[in-house]
């Protein structure tokens, strides 16, 4: 594969000169940790060709964590294919040429096993080893395991290397989760934690603009992720399903959809079945990490705020009215009256301060909503056991009001994204442990539809919440079979008339979805950065 991939690059003339080798050096034992490692990981792989054959031209080449735009400066570099440079820059950090690097990624379609294979090609050839792997069970845990010690600690994760992506609501969140002690792979240092605070400093995107330039720069550089390309969406639709009106939007974090008025052609039974896909294989997911991704998310959970397309707050979801405080420092909003859970107990603001509490402790929480509340008063202290409570949440009747330490310029996105929990089903459980709560065998929640029926790693079965506050949805029945953030199953249930709703990343299914005549396929653009982690923390 290398043989062919290579050739199209040298015909295609997509090889440029080479810039200089960068004076750096490990931080620790670990070699990943050295910037010279991982620039010669960058050279090594030939992206432009990648993005021109595997992935069929449908994404860019990426220079950059952050996608194109005003707040990316000229002038970086793009690590264009330069195998000779990374094995001069592999020299100089004395590379140990025995060793075998452990990729690991989550995705089940066949593309990414194939980008897998095409950079272990592309690595073998400059003399790095590298094996690769799928990971099965709580992905996230595995993933996201921080060390003890933030900046000298020993790596509690098991794996080199990691293949994932970054579908940004916010561009600080590119950044955020590498502030000292925020990923379970790149140790802090207090240069990035200035930069990153500096891109947080305010809400205004003219004075982000210059702090943008300077955090890039110095990523360029230091490569903590190595940026790979910048992908589109393509939500699929059936010709029997109808949104009557409603847009689109980012289909992989929630926005005011109108699901509740969408229609789908009756059966032969006069029922409306939507089939869709992303049920859980062994467990639903605590939805505060994929904010968006899995059905469960959009439909089972409701948020405080909703969202327009865009993603910026449009109005109250679970709240009747919410209002910021002037200096942007604080948030209240007042529930809507007769709220219910699906089992029918009432929903009330000790269930959104709970939620918000147990999520300052969970380990795996989506970048932007641990960023807000962590700005809470007390946020912080609580989050790292410090305090026992959080002083900047205050509630009053049937209102909640967030007092902030420090501003937070995407307080408004996280509450269009954050769904509350019922705390009588999940009070006392151990936070660190939440996700392996029965509760998520048949979670009860507070959206459109509740879990009617579950068939783990066969079917999920959502029915309208007959006492939902927005209104019953018109569709009968949504039924939804598992897969990861990819399908390895879509043409096949599409092609038998058995998928009417999805979003997928894959370009290689894009072409075969598009030939069929009853579906649709929308591409939408979006902030979606696929990357590969460097795990830089010291083994044990």
Avoid at 170 to 179: D, F, G, S, V
Avoid at 434 to 446: E, R
């Amino acid at each position: 594969m290398l043989n062919q991939i290579s050739g199209i690059a040298l015909a295609a003339g997509l090889f440029m000169a080479s810039t200089g080798l960068v004076s750096a050096q490990a931080i620790n034992s670990e070699q990943l940790s050295d910037p010279r490692v991982r620039q010669a990981i960058a050279y090594a792989i030939d992206m432009d060709t990648i993005v021109e054959t595997l992935l069929e031209s449908k994404a860019i080449a990426a220079d950059s964590m952050l996608p194109n735009g005003p707040h990316k400066p000229e002038g970086l570099n793009a690590y264009s294919y330069d195998p000779e440079k990374a094995r001069e820059l592999l020299a100089a950090a004395n590379w140990d040429s025995d060793r075998e690097l452990d990729m690991v990624y989550y995705y089940g379609d066949q593309l990414t096993a194939d980008l897998m294979a095409a950079i272990q090609a592309y690595l073998a050839d400059v003399g790095v080893k590298m094996t690769y792997r799928k990971l099965e069970g709580d992905v996230g845990a595995q993933l996201t395991t921080r060390p003890t010690d933030p900046v000298d600690g020993v790596s509690n994760i098991d794996w080199d290397l990691g293949y994932g992506a970054a579908a940004a609501t916010a561009l600080q969140e590119y950044y955020n989760p590498y502030k000292t002690g925020g990923t379970s792979h790149t140790p802090g240092n207090a240069e990035l934690d200035k930069l990153i605070d500096a891109i947080n400093a305010t809400a205004d995107p003219d004075e982000q603009r210059p702090a943008y330039f300077a955090i890039q720069e110095y990523w360029n550089t230091n490569l903590d992720a190595l940026p790979l390309y910048y992908q589109q969406l393509f939500i699929y639709e059936s010709d029997r399903l109808n949104r009557n009106g409603h847009g689109y939007g980012n289909e992989q974090y929630n926005y005011d959809w109108g699901i509740v008025d969408w229609t789908v052609e009756p059966d032969e039974n006069g029922k409306q079945v939507m089939y869709t896909n992303t049920a859980p294989m062994q467990f639903f997911e605590l939805p505060w990490a994929n904010l968006g991704i899995w059905m469960s998310s959009k439909v089972v959970f409701d948020k405080l705020l909703s969202a327009d397309g865009s993603l910026a707050a449009n109005g109250g979801q679970l709240a009747e009215s919410y209002t910021v405080g002037e200096d942007g420092m604080s948030v209240s909003f007042t529930l809507k009256d007769g709220l219910t859970w699906h089992d029918g107990s009432p929903l009330t603001v000790d269930d959104i301060e709970w939620s918000v509490k147990a999520a300052l402790r969970v380990p795996n929480v989506h970048a932007v909503v641990n960023n807000t509340f962590t700005s809470i008063v007390g946020g912080e202290d609580y989050r790292e056991g410090k305090s026992d409570e959080v002083p900047g949440i205050v509630t009053n009747g049937n209102t909640i009001t967030f007092n902030m330490a420090k501003l937070d310029p995407n307080m408004l996105l996280t509450f269009t994204q954050f769904a509350p929990l019922p705390k009588a089903l999940l009070d006392g459980t151990d936070p660190l442990q939440l996700q392996q709560s029965a509760f998520w065998q048949n979670p009860v929640g507070s959206g459109p539809f509740k879990i009617e029926e579950v068939q783990m790693n066969d079917f999920v079965r959502f029915v309208p919440f007959e006492n939902y506050h927005g209104g019953v949805a018109k569709i009968d029945e949504i039924v939804a079979f598992p897969s990861g953030d990819g399908d390895g199953n879509l043409l096949k249930n599409a092609g038998a008339g058995k998928m009417d709703y999805g979003f997928t990343k894959n370009t290689a299914d894009v072409a075969a979805l598009e030939a069929m005549e009853f579906m649709r396929v929308i591409p939408a653009d979006i902030p979606y950065t696929r990357m590969i982690w460097f795990n830089k923390f010291a083994r044990q």
